[in-house]
């Protein structure tokens, strides 16, 4: 009881509205603490197949992100047959990180209720509560009580994504550890201390952080050249970690839009994914704003246009 007061009390100091889930606090913590312990002594010497392989599976994860639950799932900003959604599932999976179910949910949150208390990552709470501090707390109470309105009925009737709700935690654990360290010692010979650092740890960690720099960095840093009456910025070094997703000014003004982009760029290999699959008609009803309607967004409300 008196612990608990205190935590409480450490809490109030620390000015936080939400309850800490010190589990998570530990967890995360020990992840990473322990992983560079790991990294520092096992991760080297490593086959160069080794590293482009992590490096092929950071981009197939990251496709599951992006091309998957974000521009698919969440934003509905082009339709897919079974068959991609399924791979879209399983390389979402390998990122390891919370069900299908839960993402959109956070997510068409955060686009409803964009930086206030109601987002779940509310940039105005800065940086590190914006990247990762917010997944070692309890949602507030405007976050569950929004949450619970978010119309997520497209997702429910999802037979792939509600599968995935279902064993979340075995798939995680199969398509996120199991299946990247087997094959990274089978097919490339590598000892098994050196593939669980560069899998389990320096994979697996580089597309967390990659991910979570759209919610703070892309929040924080960077140009409002559609809207800037809205915190979200285009931000060139988070479209390069995440393959298109740091033109967050563009995203949030046009969240309908397959390209997550106005234009497309060397970076954005979400968006050239999503045009070859449509190509090969596996991806169909690419939504997109017109140049009539990026304007007039630019006109009303964007940061450098002169009112002549
Ligand atoms: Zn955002
Ligand atoms: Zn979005």
């Known amino acids: 009881m008196i612990i608990k007061t205190a935590i409480k009390n450490f809490e109030k100091s620390l000015g936080f509205k939400n309850e800490i889930i010190w589990f998570n606090v530990m ?9 560079l312990y790991w990294c520092w002594h096992y991760a080297f010497p490593v086959k160069i197949l080794t590293v482009l392989y992590a490096f092929s599976l950071y981009i197939l994860n990251g496709a599951g992100i992006t091309c998957g639950v ?23 999976c390998g990122a390891g990180q919370n069900t299908i179910y839960q993402w959109v949910r956070d997510h068409r949150l955060h686009h409803k209720f964009s930086d206030t208390d109601a987002d ?6 800065g940086f590190f509560f914006s990247h990762i501090g917010w997944l070692m707390m309890k949602k507030n109470e405007e976050v569950k009580k929004q949450g619970k ?28 550890y199991i299946l990247p360290i087997s094959l990274n010692m089978l097919l490339f010979n590598e000892e098994w201390k050196c593939a669980v650092a560069w899998q ?39 479209s390069a970690v995440t393959f298109g997703e740091g033109w967050h000014n563009y995203h949030h003004s046009f969240p309908f839009d397959f390209k997550a982009s106005e234009f497309f760029d060397r970076f954005d290999w979400s968006t050239y994914l999503i045009r070859w699959w449509a190509r090969q008609g596996w991806a169909y009803n690419l939504k997109e704003a017109t140049p009539e309607m990026v304007s007039a967004m630019i006109k009303r409300a964007g940061e450098y246009h002169i009112v002549n």
């Not at 967890?27 to 992983?35: D, E, L, P, V």
């Not at 974000?70 to 979402?92: E, G, N, Q």
């Not at 999802?158 to 798939?171: G, N, P, R, T």
């Open 27 to 35: 967890f995360m913590s020990a992840y990473h603490i322990f992983g």
């Open 70 to 92: 974000h521009r698919l799932f969440t934003h509905r900003s082009y339709k897919a047959v079974p068959a991609l959604k399924i791979f879209l599932v399983m390389c979402f």
């Open 120 to 125: 779940p990552h509310n940039a105005n709470r």
């Open 200 to 238: 389990a740890f320096i994979r697996y960690l580089c597309v967390l952080h990659a991910e979570m720099t759209v919610n703070s960095l892309a929040h924080i840093y960077g140009y409002q050249p559609y809207n800037k009456n809205i915190i979200p910025k285009e931000n060139k070094f988070v």
């Open 149 to 176: 309105k978010i119309d997520m009925s497209d997702i429910e009737a999802d037979e792939i994504v509600m599968f995935q709700e279902k064993y979340s935690k075995s798939l995680r654990l199969f398509f996120c």
